[in-house]
């Protein structure tokens, strides 16, 4: 399987207070935005965008975008 990075990363907030977890690739967006509880309407558009790169049906580029602005809906985005 083909590891899709993307860049920069995306810096998400953990259970940690105070700690990030970078997120590289679309792999791992998609995983991220598995584990989190509230799930609004960019969460699911950017779970869509993930499928759809791991598709190969747009970039990891447009994946990225689409996770970062799920992760600033859900106050997420680590800052």
Same mark, same amino acid.
């Given at each position: 399987?083909?590891?899709?990075?993307? /860049? $920069? $990363?995306?810096?998400? %907030? #953990? *259970?940690? %207070?105070?700690?990030?977890?970078?997120?590289?690739?679309?792999? &791992? =967006? =998609?995983?991220?935005?598995?584990?989190? #509880?509230?799930?609004? $309407?960019?969460? +699911? +558009? &950017?779970?869509?965008?993930?499928? @759809? &790169?791991? /598709?190969?049906?747009? /970039?990891? !580029? !447009? =994946?990225? @975008? =689409?996770? *970062? *602005?799920?992760? %600033? +809906? *859900? @106050?997420?985005?680590?800052?």
């Amino acid at each position: 399987m083909v590891i899709l990075w993307f /860049s $920069p $990363p995306v810096y998400v %907030k #953990t *259970e940690t %207070k105070g700690f990030r977890y970078g997120v590289h690739h679309v792999e &791992a =967006a =998609a995983e991220e935005l598995i584990l989190w #509880t509230r799930r609004g $309407p960019r969460w +699911e +558009e &950017a779970m869509r965008v993930c499928v @759809d &790169a791991i /598709s190969g049906r747009v /970039s990891p !580029q !447009q =994946a990225r @975008d =689409a996770f *970062e *602005e799920a992760a %600033k +809906e *859900e @106050d997420m985005l680590f800052c």
